[in-house]
């Protein structure tokens, strides 16, 4: 199936019977809604399945009739296919069409009128050119009249048993009719926007639906899949050589071209400029060429997928000429003799082969080659040239390589200038106004101006900036004069690299040192070095107890400090199969082809990966499976798509990100699931294809894991010396600024914009949309309290006599028994948790259009927050307020995410997202239950009030270990946009 059409053009006007009907006028659309009702149920039959999106405009043309009075729409398939629908409520010339253009031909169905029968006339426009049409009488009443009657007289005869109804007869099939012209008239309304209509009417019990998550469209759903994996239990060929076994086992033909010797002269001159061909089947591989070399070295590895195999191997030995490339000499291998190596054997050696020329006959020259059958498991995959790239150049093949990538180890450099000592400003006559400017790269920050208006100035100001090792820019500290409005004068500036400055581990001070301040003169166009130095009193340190802060703290993926000597063992492993994608949209134009090159990132920690690019194919299959090792289960995994564009000279392309909570993952499970790529765009959130992933969260030590939740999220420094929020915004823009110029100093280069993608760089910034979306989230934590309060409420207005009495009994038994309270609390909320267990999700969390508010979002709300900032607006004064309100804004917002995210981890404790947080909740609140039964309330009561009015003394800032473990617990931040 390509294309639907549906056309329907009306007669309705003032001699109709039902132009008068009050319904139809006072409800908006209702004409539309009346007539188009069965001509959406006629395409849903038609086509075989649902209608998942509409994009539509409408209009009021005909003024007898109340608006809208036309409306166009386009729809999208669940099976991918979209189509029209047009529908005109009055016109004079009525008419009725379906349309349907597909591979083998066209099937149109038109109403109308054969031999005085009222009907359909259906014609089927063949591939081969023939027409064959039929006429089929037909009343749409009188058949559902028979329907319905057949129904009910069945019902009343199978009294007793059970009896199915005509499905098309029932009202879900009615009410998903109205959806989606509903939906049309919606999408009409925001001028075209596209509307998600659900595919399905869940009719389950309401305590049901109150667990579940509310449903989405299915084209954004999360599907669960059966690849044929070994790590699931479906394993597929030869098990032995299944080295990875969360993807797809692929097979391939490997031929090693290492070097030749004694090559023949060929040409007039007697020079050889020899390369190689490959070739198995339709395909081969080529090397680059030497000039005028008869032992030439290529070291060149070629995979060939074994399902492009013939029945030989041939390598091909060539001389480069300008108009006929001359034959050398060949090896030919038979396809069935070729070996099978098993990693992890060690690799297979090459071997000399006598070249054989064209007649036959073999010639001195030989070359070393090693051919071999193997899998993508086999360690020359990654930097093999593959088949399927065939159309890509040797300057572009490093381009296209799956890569492991080390993000660089970053530290804060805090450093606190104390003050300085006899300072030479030029003007001796007035008091300098010093202050101190410190510069590590492109970050340059300033000290306020001393109080102490002299030579001898003081400051005690901690700047703190972000490095990466190694260490390539020094640290400039510049003392300057503000002399007049924004005229500096610099005083004196001294240079300290890195590698000289003192690393500490905890809050203790380092030693401050003096530095001597150089002053330069010019004097007659030369720099003169001043004989008399100032001097500056700083204390400078690398900090490596924080973690430099490079990803959200929501989603981050690595929570360690800086300080390899503080990291902890690990305690699991993380493994990944990138198995493939599909549907995934055209991202350019190449020849006159819609295309796309696709490849996944995947960052987890100071690791990153990419696969190899898949050239020209809009169902990738990757199969590559990468392992992490994980330091803390409160983490999570981002999986990025990508468009390369290296190969077009361009930038790479966003397809779509995933991420996956690892917490929220059971151990030693494998999840296979088809992620769908979300992007929110200019136009409105669109799906970009999906991804099909694997995933394994492996434990090492249960005990270790289940001590990560008690322990602080973030490592000491942060709570004993923390930084401020604006330091922290500030220092996570450097952080990834260092890191995206690092990785695109790589070979091949990991993109500013791919790792900008990945980290959320830009997040923080304002928007209604996430605005909207934080409140929903606030609003939905206190919705429990709310039912609460409205349940509480009813038993005092004895809307149930008989909850009211047993409220009132138990409260007697509590307040006769206080020593229950703390007990039946507990324990109810153990039997909650246990209760909930049955309902606990089956599969990982993913991107939520709902939730997000992407799919209600309108035009102006997404043009302002896909505004630039600052903003692009002409007037200055309202760039300014605009900038202030947005940036107010952004602050407001984030507060308000933190709101909804406290409560979501609350409402996490016994939901069981997170199964080890929610056992460890249960578990004590039975502990709780137990050993609070057994001690007397007023000894509970006496230590609880101790305990929380105890002495500063006794106290220690690092975080509690409640207050540890409930900012470990998942929140629904993994699935927002």
């Not at 000399?352 to 007649?359: C, F, N």
């Not at 077009?648 to 151990?667: A, H």
Request: net charge positive.
């Amino acid at each position: 199936m390509m294309s639907v059409q549906v056309i329907i053009e009306g007669s309705m006007n003032s001699s109709n019977p039902y132009f008068s009907s009050s319904w139809r006028r006072n409800f908006t659309g209702g004409f539309i809604l009346d007539m188009g009702v069965h001509f959406i149920a006629g395409l849903r039959m038609l086509v075989g399945c649902e209608i998942t999106s509409v994009s539509a405009l409408t209009s009021h043309v005909d003024l007898t009739l109340p608006p809208p009075d036309n409306i166009s729409s386009v729809f999208q398939l669940e099976n991918g296919c979209s189509g029209v629908f047009v529908l005109v409520v009055s016109t004079r010339s009525p008419k009725v069409l379906w349309r349907v253009v597909g591979l083998d031909g066209t099937l149109q169905i038109e109403r109308g009128n054969k031999d005085g029968r009222h009907g359909y006339s259906v014609s089927l426009y063949a591939a081969d050119g023939q027409i064959k049409s039929y006429f089929y009488p037909f009343s749409g009443v009188t058949e559902e009249l028979k329907s319905f009657i057949y129904d009910i007289s069945q019902a009343t005869l199978k009294k007793g048993s059970s009896y199915e109804a005509e499905p098309r007869s029932s009202f879900i099939e009615g009410a998903r009719d109205v959806a989606v012209l509903e939906a049309m008239l919606e999408s009409g309304m925001r001028q075209g926007a596209q509307v998600f209509r659900l595919t399905d009417i869940n009719l389950s019990e309401s305590a049901n639906k109150k667990m579940a998550r509310p449903p989405q469209p299915e084209e954004f759903a999360l599907k669960e899949t059966s690849p044929k994996i070994a790590g699931s239990g479906v394993i597929t060929g030869d098990k032995v050589t299944c080295a990875y076994d969360l993807v797809e086992q692929m097979d391939y033909l490997y031929v090693r071209v290492v070097k030749a010797k004694d090559l023949p002269g060929k040409n007039v001159t007697g020079s050889c400029d020899p390369y190689v061909e490959v070739k198995v089947g339709n395909y081969k591989g080529v090397t680059k060429h030497f000039e005028n070399k008869s032992n030439p070295e290529w070291n060149y590895v070629f995979a060939f997928s074994q399902s492009q195999k013939g029945h030989s191997v041939e390598v091909v030995v060539k001389d480069k000429e300008l108009l006929l490339d001359d034959i050398i000499g060949k090896v030919t291998f038979d396809y069935v003799e070729v070996p099978k190596r098993v990693p992890p054997d060690s690799p297979l050696a090459p071997q000399w082969y006598r070249l054989v020329d064209r007649r036959g006959d073999r010639i001195k020259a030989e070359i070393m080659l090693a051919v071999w059958k193997g899998t993508q498991a086999d360690e020359v995959f990654p930097d093999a040239w593959h088949s399927d790239a065939a159309t890509v150049g040797n300057e572009n093949i490093r381009n296209i390589r799956g890569k492991v990538y080390l993000s660089p180890r970053l530290w804060y450099v805090r450093v606190n200038v104390i003050e300085c000592q006899d300072l030479l400003p030029s003007d001796k006559s007035r008091a300098p106004e010093a202050f101190v400017k410190v510069i590590l790269g492109n970050q340059a920050l300033k000290t306020r101006i001393s109080k102490v208006k002299s030579v001898h100035p003081t400051w005690n100001e901690d700047l703190v900036f972000v490095a990466a090792e190694p260490f390539e820019e020094p640290l400039v500290i510049s003392v300057e004069d503000r002399v007049a409005g924004i005229k500096d004068e610099v005083l004196g500036r001294c240079v300290i690299p890195l590698q000289n400055v003192h690393r500490r581990f905890d809050n203790k001070a380092v030693p401050a040192k003096w530095h001597n301040l150089e002053k330069y003169l010019i004097t007659e166009g030369e720099k003169k070095e001043t004989k008399f130095a100032s001097r500056i009193y700083t204390r400078i340190s690398l900090d490596g107890g924080y973690h430099v802060l490079d990803e959200s703290t929501n989603h981050s993926s690595d929570l360690r400090p800086s300080s390899k000597q503080l990291w902890k063992s690990s305690i699991g492993l993380l493994e990944l199969g990138v198995i493939s994608a599909k549907g995934l949209s055209p991202m350019k134009t190449k020849e006159g082809q819609r295309t796309t090159d696709a490849y996944c990132v995947a960052k987890y920690g100071h690791k990153w990966v990419r696969t190899r690019t898949i050239i020209d194919n809009f169902s990738p299959k990757w199969n590559e499976q990468y392992t992490w090792e994980v330091y803390d289960p409160c983490t999570v995994i981002t999986i990025g798509v990508f468009d390369n564009g290296l190969l077009g000279g361009g930038k790479d392309s966003r397809i779509g990100k995933v991420r996956i909570r690892l917490s929220t993952l059971e151990t030693e499970r494998v999840y296979t699931h088809s992620y769908p790529l979300i992007v929110l765009q200019a136009s409105g959130v669109k799906k970009m294809g999906e991804i099909e992933l694997a995933v394994r969260f492996s434990c090492l030590s249960f005990i270790n894991m289940l001590h990560k939740y008690t322990q602080p999220l973030l490592p000491k420094m942060h709570y004993v010396l923390p930084l401020s929020l604006i330091q922290q915004d500030m220092l996570r823009y450097q952080a990834t600024q260092i890191i995206s110029t690092r990785l695109s100093r790589a070979e091949p280069p990991l993109k500013k914009e791919v790792v900008e993608y990945m980290l959320d760089v830009g997040s923080d910034i304002w928007s209604i949309r996430r605005s909207k979306a934080n409140f929903s989230r606030v609003v939905n934590v206190v919705s429990g309290l709310v039912e609460v309060g409205k349940w509480f409420d009813q038993i005092c207005q004895w809307k149930n006599p008989f909850t009211t009495i047993l409220i009132h009994i138990l409260f007697v038994i509590l307040v006769l028994f206080p020593e229950l309270i703390l007990p039946t609390l507990f324990l109810y909320l153990f039997f909650v948790g246990i209760w909930h267990y049955r309902l606990k999700p089956r599969k990982p969390s993913h991107m939520d259009i709902k939730l997000s508010y992407a799919d209600a979002v309108g035009a102006d709300e997404l043009d302002e927050e896909f505004d630039s900032f600052p903003t692009s607006k002409s007037s200055d004064i309202v760039k300014m307020r605009y900038d202030r309100l947005r940036s107010i804004a952004g602050r407001i917002q984030t507060v308000v995410g933190d709101l909804a995210t406290q409560g979501e981890r609350f409402q996490s404790l016994l939901s069981w997202r997170d199964p080890r947080a929610s056992a460890l909740s249960v578990s004590f609140c039975l502990i709780a239950a137990i050993v609070l039964y057994v001690t007397p309330f007023q000894v509970v009561a006496l230590l609880a009030i101790s305990y929380v009015l105890r002495h500063p003394k006794l106290r220690h800032k690092l975080p509690s270990l409640p207050v540890n473990f409930f900012r470990r617990l998942p929140a629904k931040t993994d699935c927002m946009l």
